[in-house]
């Protein structure tokens, strides 16, 4: 079913839960790009800079906090419910809206893996995302190896859908990509 009118907000809201907050970026999260920027994998994959240079930093954080005033999508910061630290990136990316999806992608800093981090936000972004009028599946591409990001999504209960072969260029190669998916409830 598809709406006349397809639109998500333009701010750029927080979510809490228990142990995580996605909120937007803050200079104070420089560190957190620096060491993502220093990660073999996320730079390839992401647009955090492949430089730990503090203005290559600042200037991704700018990006992110553009991305809701766009209308591309909302880029969150992972931080620590008690202490506000950021510790990696989640986003939201409606590029489907028409047809009532949205995908979801996210990194966590090296330090923080293993964490529970990355269930915490993918639960909480994916409750938000399913409570917006306009969206009724979310996506989500996991490479075969990132085992501990496929699992956070099984945890917050995506469905594995398949295996796309060749699905998108990772650094300089076609790459397979996990399929999955959640779904707006009936009567949601």
Do not use: C
Request: proline share 6%; charged share 25%; no cysteine.
């Amino acid at each position: 079913m598809q709406t006349s009118t397809m639109a998500l907000p333009t701010v750029q809201p927080s979510l809490a839960s228990k142990y995580v907050v996605l909120r937007p970026f803050e200079v104070q999260d420089v560190p957190v790009v620096q060491e993502a920027s220093r990660d073999p994998h996320i730079p390839l994959i992401t647009s955090v800079p492949t430089s730990d240079d503090p203005g290559e930093a600042q200037r991704y954080i700018e990006r992110q906090r553009s991305r809701a005033t766009e209308g591309v999508g909302y880029s969150f910061a992972i931080a620590d419910a008690e202490t506000n630290q950021a510790n990696g990136q989640i986003g939201l990316w409606p590029r489907d809206l028409i047809h009532g999806r949205a995908s979801i992608g996210y990194w966590v800093a090296p330090s923080q893996r293993r964490t529970g981090i990355a269930t915490g936000a993918l639960r909480t972004i994916s409750e938000w995302g399913l409570q917006l009028s306009d969206l009724h599946r979310l996506e989500l591409y996991a490479e075969p190896w990132n085992e501990g990001s496929w699992r956070a999504a099984e945890r917050v209960g995506y469905q594995r859908e398949g295996l796309l072969r060749d699905w998108q260029v990772v650094g300089d190669r076609w790459r397979d990509m996990f399929m999955y998916s959640l779904v707006k409830e009936a009567g949601v």
